[in-house]
């Protein structure tokens, strides 16, 4: 399957700053990405779905102007949490789309805000 | 209804047993069938893929789907300790958007 790369793989920031999480497709031209937010002993929420070269497209209830997402290229999709807060702190995981409708994830990045 | 129902367990089961996880669900619009081992701390896996009814065999990994019930099932033969995982099932109808279940925590004891 194919190969994604996150980075970070955990940051701690303070309440207001913005934090920016690469995820990268490693041996894949990745046309479509997905963000995903998991909380504790919950299942895995879309947030939205990243084609190159254009917007993302936003799920209900996720706000486009506080999970900026941006995918330049066909290897790399780029999630920035402006002003973060406590209530941001979440496990955040990419994916990509190869064939019909198989997902390849990475590894997930551990966003704590303090 | 939730559209995709999964027991979280935690599911307990000694090593070399026959483990057994399942999900139901209610779109019948879905038609391709996942499921994802996800460490803990770790994004999940893509372990078995599979379209519309029927049985697929991996190794000691087996996934049925049977659309007149709308249930999935993943069997795992011979269980090791690194079986240990949470295991989510996955569907979709074709359109990209995936709906997950919420994962069964699984533990093979030594």
């Known amino acids: 399957g194919a190969v994604v790369s996150q980075h970070p793989s955990r940051v701690i920031c303070k309440s207001g700053t913005s934090v920016k999480i690469e995820c990268r497709s490693l041996?894949?031209?990745?046309?479509?990405m997905f963000w995903y937010r998991q909380f504790p002993k919950k299942s895995l929420m879309l947030m939205a779905t990243s084609n190159e070269g254009s917007k993302a497209t936003y799920e209900q209830g996720v706000e486009k102007d506080k999970f900026l997402i941006n995918h330049a290229s066909l290897t790399l999709s780029t999630l920035t949490v402006t002003s973060a807060h406590p209530e941001d702190s979440s496990f955040y995981i990419c994916?990509?789309?190869?064939?019909?409708?198989?997902?390849?994830f990475g590894p997930g990045t551990r966003l704590t805000v303090l | 209804q939730k559209e995709v129902e999964q027991d979280p367990g935690p599911l307990s089961v000694p090593e070399g047993a026959i483990v057994s996880l399942n999900c139901t669900y209610s779109?019948?619009?879905?038609?391709?069938f996942m499921w994802y081992r996800q460490y803990s701390r770790k994004g999940p896996e893509l372990l078995m893929y599979?379209?519309?009814?029927g049985n697929k065999e991996d190794g000691r990994f087996t996934a049925q789907v049977d659309k007149s019930s709308k249930y999935i099932s993943l069997f795992i033969r011979d269980s090791q300790p690194s079986d240990s995982a949470t295991y989510l099932c996955?569907?979709?109808?074709?359109?990209?958007?995936?709906?997950f279940g919420t994962g069964t925590k699984l533990q093979v004891i030594p």
């Open positions: 041996d894949f031209q990745a046309t479509t």
């Open positions: 996955a569907m979709t109808g074709g359109y990209q958007k995936v709906t």
């Open positions: 599979t379209y519309s009814s």
């Open positions: 779109n019948s619009a879905f038609q391709y």
């Open positions: 994916s990509t789309l190869a064939g019909v409708n198989e997902q390849f």
